[in-house]
């Protein structure tokens, strides 16, 4: 299905050994000072709560990966972890808030980790006997019956209306406040960094990888001496840690948890993310939530199909990008490390301007025929790529029909030169 | 009391014929293919939508025949296009692709037909009471759906059973790789058998519009249930939806019409209620009503761990 | 001496049919042994049921002395069998230096700890290293071992099987689908890594069987009709008979 999850281990000679320790750290180095920095360069108002959206989203991405793309198992049910660790969250800190335990917001996303943790072990123990369809069936019953209970259970779940929580109202750890959307955007960076590095570490064990062994032949791995059950179990309980951790988060950030947040919604969502980033990559996950991310939010500003678009991206996706956003980058890691990346901006260009106008003419489409069908009878007009449109008359549907055909046209016309160009670039150096 | 097992029992058969039409679909479709179709419900609720907007123009009956039509003709080109390229990526890559036509197709019935509930009524020939037991009536359109409902299943049971394509069908259900050495274009026959699938979703989604309601959810509501029903039967087995179909239909109409709660029933069976406050205690005071959309979802889960191929079924993937 | 494989009364049938009838076999420690038979005959299925692939149906096995009737495959891994398959069953992608490595993270104690990076572990770089010299492949280690060519997914697979230190190996038609130069180099590759240790191998090439195995035994319809040494078997007039093909390759 996909690549390596990571370039194996260099050659034993040292230096190289050396130097590919010191790429890691500076590009984690790197990660925390763009992290640091980035609340200070893009001051638009609406961006911090954005970013804050983006790093829960990266923490239960990351976490859905250790089981899809590390571990193959596919899960339809794996936001009833953060949900279930966002819950427990929300009522320690309204415990908190009252006095009745002592626990400051900074130590809360781990409370919602072994809420969590806890939780993916109940479940973790009849679900893990097999990957596969059964594995996916069995967690989209796990969620719907969570789901379904929350309405039932009212004290813990709070009904309809939710649990809801005030982050303002805990005691203090070295007088670190968390009244404004920048200071709980700090707090979300440093989990967020934090438990990256150790589910990337915890791919790096014994645990790890013999998750991605039994991914590829659970047989095999049975045959050197491991327990499928038990590799995928501890995948399943460490997965479920660290969505936990991501529900605390989201307690912190939103202070509201509802049913919702655990059901099927929530779980396709991060289904989407991480496999559009890339299953098959660390990275992809990160890359995959912070795409979505700014598209939900970005796209509902401007349109109410933003998951008709999120859901064609994800098909196209699927059908022919099965290597997601990080997978493509990755193929292009020979042509840059050959230098011959430049050579490639020019067919890419305009492909992607044909691409571009074939897009343009698809939404125009789309957003016209979503005005026929919601609008009232009285308006004839919509506002569509910053121009009034007159949605009734033929001349807007014929104008955007013809951008999709030309636009695909040129595309197909331009394509082949864009993958000879790629190819060109990515041999290997030293053949004529 | 009789009142209520009688027609629950009436009520759950219909509800179960439905079931086993939207299940048989997609259990041809697993057995075949290996693939659990996510999208499946979304054609059922494709089939809705096309028969209302199609009832306004044409009528109810010509609704009847072309919706399905259109329906099973969209699923062949969903399998052709987007399922058969998927198909050499395995089991898990395929259901995430379905995963995706699902979320697609309902947000495209939501763009194209918009967000509230559509009046897809019952058609003026069947609005009326077909016969009265003591105080409750029996309408004459839930008889009809009875009806369709045999018919389809004594239609695919004949297919199946008595035509060459049936039995080509029923050996590609078990062993697909045989049956393509032995010279049938077994893709085609997938593409049919995906079509066909559809378009009894799509048919369910006609019948079951009027009665079930029309609005953007309503792939979700019945999409878990069929899946429930498909892998208790057991995956692959048309007997088994048959049987699972009923067996959850009549069950769950059952239960919702009960409203005893679960603390009086088992303390009918001696068992005492626990604490008086906070979650054991609205565990207990839960009606059975309360609990029957989740019941599915256990036995489910249940069936899942004690016998992943399910009641009749013969393969778990 | 207590056997390394012992089996007593072994049944197995599937259904209504019976494949394996009654199979009573003892294979010597240290030795190198050889099971044939024509096709059908049961032997991978025997190989199945002494690995825990299938459970017999009636009668004991025993490992080294200890009964592993009816455990699961990782089990009897543990006290120490090992085996490889006929259709090559490696971890398609993961390099093949990774391959080797998740071979023998459990026999070097490494479990399920997730506190571990393996990547530090030299004592498990160190023995991953050895069996990758020993398999020719250290120049093929960063390849995801999907891409390897049909020999080297073969030596691989012998590999996979030899790296947690096993000291019962069975070979499940090891040289299948090779040339006759890559038979010998397997041979002489199974001869180094099963230096001192039991082995049993299911084969088919009997220039293979004569020169490695120090005793045969022949599988016939599910029961063993002859086990004993190269030279009576290739006269038993019995195995000849049951057993069309031993002259021919033999002699």
């Given at each position: 299905?996909?690549?390596?999850?990571?370039?194996?281990?260099?050659?034993?000679?040292?230096?190289?050994?050396?130097?590919?320790?010191?790429?890691?750290?500076?590009?984690?180095?790197?990660?925390?000072?763009?992290?640091?920095?980035?609340?200070?360069?893009?001051?638009?108002?609406?961006?911090?709560?954005?970013?804050?959206?983006?790093?829960?989203?990266?923490?239960?991405?990351?976490?859905?990966?250790?089981?899809?793309?590390?571990?193959?198992?596919?899960?339809?049910?794996?936001?009833?972890?953060?949900?279930?660790?966002?819950?427990?969250?929300?009522?320690?800190?309204?415990?908190?808030?009252?006095?009745?335990?002592?626990?400051?917001?900074?130590?809360?996303?781990?409370?919602?980790?072994?809420?969590?943790?806890?939780?993916?072990?109940?479940?973790?123990?009849?679900?893990?006997?097999?990957?596969?369809?059964?594995?996916?069936?069995?967690?989209?019953?796990?969620?719907?019956?969570?789901?379904?209970?929350?309405?039932?259970?009212?004290?813990?779940?709070?009904?309809?209306?939710?649990?809801?929580?005030?982050?303002?109202?805990?005691?203090?750890?070295?007088?670190?406040?968390?009244?404004?959307?920048?200071?709980?955007?700090?707090?979300?960076?440093?989990?967020?960094?934090?438990?990256?590095?150790?589910?990337?570490?915890?791919?790096?064990?014994?645990?790890?990888?013999?998750?991605?062994?039994?991914?590829?032949?659970?047989?095999?791995?049975?045959?050197?001496?491991?327990?499928?059950?038990?590799?995928?179990?501890?995948?399943?309980?460490?997965?479920?840690?660290?969505?936990?951790?991501?529900?605390?988060?989201?307690?912190?950030?939103?202070?509201?948890?509802?049913?919702?947040?655990?059901?099927?919604?929530?779980?396709?969502?991060?289904?989407?993310?991480?496999?559009?980033?890339?299953?098959?990559?660390?990275?992809?996950?990160?890359?995959?939530?912070?795409?979505?991310?700014?598209?939900?939010?970005?796209?509902?500003?401007?349109?109410?199909?933003?998951?008709?678009y999120?859901?064609i991206l994800?098909?196209a996706?699927?059908?022919y990008?099965?290597?997601?956003?990080?997978?493509?980058?990755?193929?292009?890691?020979?042509?840059?490390?050959?230098?011959?990346?430049?050579?490639?901006?020019?067919?890419y260009a305009l492909t992607a301007l044909f691409g571009l106008v074939a897009a343009v003419g698809v939404i125009g489409l789309l957003e016209?025929?979503?005005?026929?069908?919601?609008?009232?009878?009285?308006?004839?007009?919509?506002?569509?790529f910053?121009?009034?449109?007159?949605?009734?008359?033929?001349?807007?549907?014929l104008a955007f029909a013809a951008l999709l055909v030309a636009g695909a046209a040129g595309a197909r016309r331009a394509a082949?030169?864009a993958?000879?160009?790629?190819?060109?670039?990515?041999?290997?150096?030293?053949?004529? | 009391?009789?009142?209520?097992?009688?027609?629950?029992?009436?009520?759950?058969?219909?509800?179960?014929?439905?079931?086993?039409?939207?299940?048989?679909?997609?259990?041809?479709?697993?057995?075949?293919?290996?693939?659990?179709?996510?999208?499946?419900?979304?054609?059922?609720?494709?089939?809705?939508?096309?028969?209302?907007?199609?009832?306004?123009?044409?009528?109810?009956?010509?609704?009847?025949?072309?919706?399905?039509?259109?329906?099973?003709?969209?699923?062949?080109?969903?399998?052709?296009?987007?399922?058969?390229?998927?198909?050499?990526?395995?089991?898990?890559?395929?259901?995430?692709?379905?995963?995706?036509?699902?979320?697609?197709?309902?947000?495209?019935?939501?763009?194209?037909?918009?967000?509230?509930?559509?009046?897809?009524?019952?058609?003026?020939?069947?609005?009326?009471?077909?016969?009265?037991?003591?105080?409750?009536?029996?309408?004459?359109?839930?008889?009809?759906?009875?009806?369709?409902?045999?018919?389809?299943?004594?239609?695919?049971?004949?297919?199946?059973?008595?035509?060459?394509?049936?039995?080509?069908?029923?050996?590609?259900?078990?062993?697909?790789?045989?049956?393509?050495?032995?010279?049938?274009?077994?893709?085609?026959?997938?593409?049919?058998?995906?079509?066909?699938?559809?378009?009894?979703?799509?048919?369910?989604?006609?019948?079951?519009?009027?009665?079930?309601?029309?609005?953007?959810?309503?792939?979700?509501?019945?999409?878990?249930?069929?899946?429930?029903?498909?892998?208790?039967?057991?995956?692959?087995?048309?007997?088994?939806?048959?049987?699972?179909?009923?067996?959850?239909?009549?069950?769950?109409?059952?239960?919702?019409?009960?409203?005893?709660?679960?603390?009086?029933?088992?303390?009918?069976?001696?068992?005492?209620?626990?604490?008086?406050?906070?979650?054991?205690?609205?565990?207990?005071?839960?009606?059975?009503?309360?609990?029957?959309?989740?019941?599915?979802?256990?036995?489910?889960?249940?069936?899942?761990?004690?016998?992943?191929?399910?009641?009749?079924?013969?393969?778990?993937? | 001496?207590?056997?390394?494989?012992?089996?007593?009364?072994?049944?197995?049938?599937?259904?209504?049919?019976?494949?394996?009838?009654?199979?009573?076999?003892?294979?010597?420690?240290?030795?190198?042994?050889?099971?044939?038979?024509?096709?059908?005959?049961?032997?991978?299925?025997?190989?199945?049921?002494?690995?825990?692939?299938?459970?017999?149906?009636?009668?004991?096995?025993?490992?080294?002395?200890?009964?592993?009737?009816?455990?699961?495959?990782?089990?009897?891994?543990?006290?120490?069998?090992?085996?490889?398959?006929?259709?090559?069953?490696?971890?398609?992608?993961?390099?093949?230096?990774?391959?080797?490595?998740?071979?023998?993270?459990?026999?070097?104690?490494?479990?399920?700890?997730?506190?571990?990076?393996?990547?530090?572990?030299?004592?498990?770089?160190?023995?991953?290293?050895?069996?990758?010299?020993?398999?020719?492949?250290?120049?093929?280690?960063?390849?995801?071992?999907?891409?390897?060519?049909?020999?080297?997914?073969?030596?691989?697979?012998?590999?996979?099987?030899?790296?947690?230190?096993?000291?019962?190996?069975?070979?499940?038609?090891?040289?299948?689908?090779?040339?006759?130069?890559?038979?010998?180099?397997?041979?002489?590759?199974?001869?180094?890594?099963?230096?001192?240790?039991?082995?049993?191998?299911?084969?088919?090439?009997?220039?293979?069987?004569?020169?490695?195995?120090?005793?045969?035994?022949?599988?016939?319809?599910?029961?063993?009709?002859?086990?004993?040494?190269?030279?009576?078997?290739?006269?038993?007039?019995?195995?000849?008979?049951?057993?069309?093909?031993?002259?021919?390759?033999?002699?």
């Amino acid at each position: 299905m996909s690549t390596p999850a990571r370039a194996t281990a260099p050659a034993l000679a040292v230096p190289a050994l050396a130097r590919a320790r010191w790429r890691r750290y500076a590009a984690w180095l790197a990660a925390v000072l763009v992290v640091a920095v980035l609340p200070h360069v893009v001051t638009a108002p609406a961006a911090v709560p954005v970013m804050n959206q983006m790093g829960i989203a990266i923490v239960f991405a990351l976490s859905y990966n250790m089981l899809l793309g590390q571990g193959g198992m596919l899960s339809f049910g794996h936001a009833v972890y953060l949900g279930l660790g966002g819950f427990i969250a929300a009522h320690a800190l309204n415990l908190a808030a009252r006095d009745v335990l002592y626990l400051p917001v900074p130590l809360l996303p781990l409370v919602g980790g072994l809420g969590g943790l806890f939780f993916g072990a109940l479940f973790g123990s009849f679900s893990t006997r097999r990957a596969g369809t059964v594995f996916a069936m069995i967690s989209l019953g796990v969620g719907e019956l969570m789901a379904a209970s929350s309405l039932i259970l009212n004290a813990f779940f709070g009904g309809e209306e939710g649990i809801t929580a005030n982050r303002t109202k805990a005691p203090l750890l070295l007088g670190l406040e968390f009244t404004t959307d920048r200071q709980v955007y700090y707090l979300i960076a440093f989990w967020a960094l934090a438990t990256a590095a150790l589910m990337y570490g915890f791919s790096r064990t014994p645990a790890g990888r013999m998750a991605n062994a039994v991914r590829d032949n659970p047989e095999r791995a049975e045959f050197v001496g491991y327990s499928a059950q038990r590799v995928r179990f501890v995948s399943f309980c460490a997965s479920g840690f660290f969505a936990g951790i991501a529900g605390g988060l989201f307690a912190i950030n939103y202070e509201i948890l509802t049913a919702e947040n655990m059901g099927l919604t929530a779980s396709g969502a991060v289904l989407l993310m991480t496999y559009i980033g890339g299953i098959g990559y660390f990275m992809g996950p990160i890359i995959g939530a912070v795409v979505f991310t700014f598209l939900q939010s970005m796209l509902s500003d401007y349109t109410g199909m933003w998951l008709l678009y999120l859901g064609i991206l994800f098909l196209a996706t699927v059908l022919y990008v099965p290597a997601g956003l990080a997978g493509l980058l990755m193929m292009h890691a020979p042509a840059w490390r050959a230098g011959r990346f430049r050579r490639l901006l020019g067919p890419y260009a305009l492909t992607a301007l044909f691409g571009l106008v074939a897009a343009v003419g698809v939404i125009g489409l789309l957003e016209m025929v979503h005005f026929m069908a919601a609008a009232s009878a009285a308006r004839s007009t919509k506002r569509l790529f910053w121009m009034t449109v007159h949605v009734r008359t033929l001349w807007p549907w014929l104008a955007f029909a013809a951008l999709l055909v030309a636009g695909a046209a040129g595309a197909r016309r331009a394509a082949p030169a864009a993958a000879a160009a790629f190819n060109e670039a990515s041999r290997p150096a030293g053949l004529p | 009391m009789f009142e209520l097992i009688f027609f629950s029992v009436l009520n759950g058969l219909v509800f179960g014929m439905l079931l086993f039409m939207l299940s048989s679909g997609l259990t041809l479709i697993f057995g075949m293919m290996g693939v659990l179709n996510f999208a499946h419900a979304g054609f059922y609720m494709l089939g809705a939508y096309l028969a209302y907007t199609l009832s306004r123009y044409l009528g109810f009956w010509p609704a009847l025949l072309v919706a399905p039509l259109l329906v099973g003709i969209i699923g062949a080109l969903v399998e052709r296009f987007g399922l058969r390229r998927v198909h050499r990526f395995g089991h898990v890559a395929e259901l995430i692709f379905t995963f995706g036509v699902a979320i697609v197709i309902e947000e495209i019935v939501q763009l194209v037909w918009g967000r509230p509930a559509k009046a897809y009524e019952v058609p003026a020939l069947l609005d009326f009471a077909l016969f009265r037991f003591m105080q409750t009536s029996f309408p004459a359109y839930k008889a009809f759906m009875l009806l369709i409902s045999v018919a389809i299943f004594v239609f695919l049971f004949a297919i199946l059973t008595r035509t060459r394509a049936g039995l080509i069908i029923q050996a590609s259900l078990t062993h697909p790789g045989m049956v393509a050495m032995l010279g049938h274009n077994v893709p085609r026959v997938f593409m049919v058998v995906f079509g066909i699938g559809s378009a009894l979703a799509g048919l369910a989604g006609v019948i079951a519009g009027p009665v079930l309601g029309t609005f953007p959810g309503m792939a979700q509501v019945l999409g878990s249930i069929v899946f429930v029903v498909v892998v208790i039967g057991g995956l692959g087995s048309l007997t088994g939806a048959f049987v699972a179909s009923l067996l959850i239909g009549i069950v769950q109409t059952f239960a919702v019409a009960l409203d005893i709660s679960v603390g009086s029933v088992l303390a009918a069976a001696g068992l005492p209620p626990l604490g008086t406050t906070g979650v054991l205690h609205e565990l207990w005071q839960v009606t059975v009503a309360q609990v029957a959309p989740i019941m599915p979802y256990v036995l489910l889960v249940l069936i899942l761990i004690i016998r992943p191929t399910g009641l009749f079924g013969t393969r778990e993937t | 001496m207590t056997p390394a494989i012992e089996l007593v009364d072994v049944r197995k049938s599937f259904g209504p049919t019976q494949i394996i009838r009654g199979v009573s076999l003892a294979i010597e420690a240290g030795t190198r042994q050889a099971v044939i038979g024509p096709n059908g005959a049961g032997k991978s299925t025997l190989f199945n049921l002494i690995t825990g692939k299938y459970p017999v149906s009636t009668g004991h096995i025993r490992l080294k002395g200890e009964s592993i009737t009816g455990r699961r495959p990782y089990e009897i891994n543990r006290r120490g069998l090992s085996r490889s398959f006929q259709v090559t069953n490696i971890f398609p992608w993961l390099s093949v230096f990774e391959n080797v490595r998740c071979s023998l993270l459990w026999s070097m104690g490494y479990r399920y700890s997730f506190w571990h990076r393996v990547d530090n572990a030299a004592d498990v770089r160190e023995r991953a290293e050895v069996v990758l010299e020993q398999l020719n492949l250290t120049a093929r280690r960063h390849v995801p071992a999907g891409m390897l060519s049909y020999a080297e997914q073969r030596a691989l697979e012998i590999g996979i099987t030899i790296a947690g230190g096993a000291d019962v190996i069975l070979l499940d038609e090891p040289t299948s689908g090779m040339s006759r130069s890559e038979t010998e180099q397997v041979v002489q590759l199974i001869r180094e890594v099963t230096a001192g240790k039991t082995l049993l191998m299911v084969e088919h090439d009997m220039s293979v069987v004569f020169d490695l195995a120090d005793r045969i035994a022949v599988l016939v319809y599910g029961e063993v009709i002859a086990h004993d040494t190269p030279e009576r078997i290739r006269a038993s007039a019995a195995v000849q008979e049951a057993y069309l093909g031993v002259p021919q390759g033999a002699a």
